[in-house]
């Protein structure tokens, strides 16, 4: 008998006793010292002392504290990485509209910044009819028992017609089919209307996220028109309007000059009237190029290296993508546990920074699909043509084929050796790692995230215990 190599701990403020969690199970418990030492004690031993210790025992096995073997728990781990690769469960399908967005972020040399949205993609009906037809036959093949359906861009409200095609084609062919359809928006809330969520209300819309990046100042320094104007306001009232028509996700991206103005917008939106409806807020840092990284921000993709665009979808989908298409990632360490504890303090519920992957991108039924029809592999490579992994109308390129075969054998995890993390981080963000490391099979470690995570845990753990007590 063996500790799992997926047990974390992390000690109870002003108590003696522990947290322990395993990251394979998700079992949680709070225990004291003397638990502790047997599980310490028993690889030596490998027999308990006594029947106490044996019931004990037995219960920490029971939720995967304790496993037979090492190496039994790795061949359980590998297997589990094949289940979630395989799962039919869900099928996934982020769908960009378009590259254009009447943005111009100061953080992203795309949207509305000199010519851009002249050259932007834009997916035509043509094109969305052939989706919907592609995605018809992805469900006639797996049979799944739930559709997700995201919209994103660039900025998807900026093709109505296409979202609400293929909203009315796919609503249609679940219902044939009897698959549960959920539909999300990921946008920045500017062109967002009653009239958009109330017609896709019965088509199965279950929420829209938005980007609010800092208190109001920020906000529009930060995510201004093109003209200068801000947009705070006007993505307040929209919001406003449709708050209690569907769920409203706030998420944000910050950088170390703009970190602290989150608890002012914390305090702004907690206490507005549509504050009990916002089902989420999270934030992640901003993803810059490499070169201009500093101290408190994480490089992620490259919106301008060598001066280049990035020429696809909207910088807010990649990398530790917590307001983005990707929820799945962890981010500048001490900085998201201080906004974590904000942001549950002013009573929003937010990501723990524990629960994080695998990732989509280890996931084979899950597509992105581009304005032109091209499938890549999570939302943050669909920037880069050159990453695609097929196209809905089944062409045969080389290069396609190949990039396929380079994402299937993505496992970045395997050179993590016996990190704890390893079932809820997976190697972290794939997308990072190949704009920052060069290779994409290269973990990309952001370890100290999860610990504070873990911490977050056992302080939240801790509170329902003495509330029970
Ligand atoms: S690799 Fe994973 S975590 Fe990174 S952007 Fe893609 S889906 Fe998100
Ligand atoms: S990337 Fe880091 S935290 Fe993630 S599994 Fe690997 S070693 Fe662990």
Redesign the pocket.
Known sequence: MQPSMFNVRAPIDGSADVFLMNTFSDAQIIVSPDVVDLIDRIAAEGAPRTEEERSTLDLLTEHGFLVDSREHERQTLEQYFRDVREDSETLKVTVLTTLQCKFACGYCIQGDHGDYNKHAAKMSLENAARVAEWTERRLDALNPSRLILTFFGGEPLLNLPVMYLLAERLHAACEARGVTLAISIITNGLLLTRDVVERLNPLGLSGIKITLDGDRDTHNRMRPLRGGQGTFDRIVANVRQVASLTKIAIGGNFDVDTVDSYPALLDFLSEQDFADKLSRVTFKPVIRETQISGKGIIPLTAVGSEGKPLNGACMTSAGTGVSSACDSC?VVDEKMAFLREETKRHGFKTVDGVHMGPCEIHKSHAHTIGPDGALYACPGFAGEPRQSIGHIDGRDDAFRTQALRNFERLS??K???D????P?????CTVAAHNELGDMHA?????S??EAGVLTLARDAAREYAAMA
Not at 419 to 422: G, L, M, Y
Not at 424 to 428: D, K, L, M, N, Q
Not at 443 to 447: E, F, G, L
Request: include cysteine; hydrophobic fraction near 40%; proline fraction near 5%.
């Open positions: 962890n970045a995890w050179a993590c050796q990190c704890a993390f390893i809820v981080c997976a190697g972290g973990p990309n470690c952001h370890k995230s999860f």
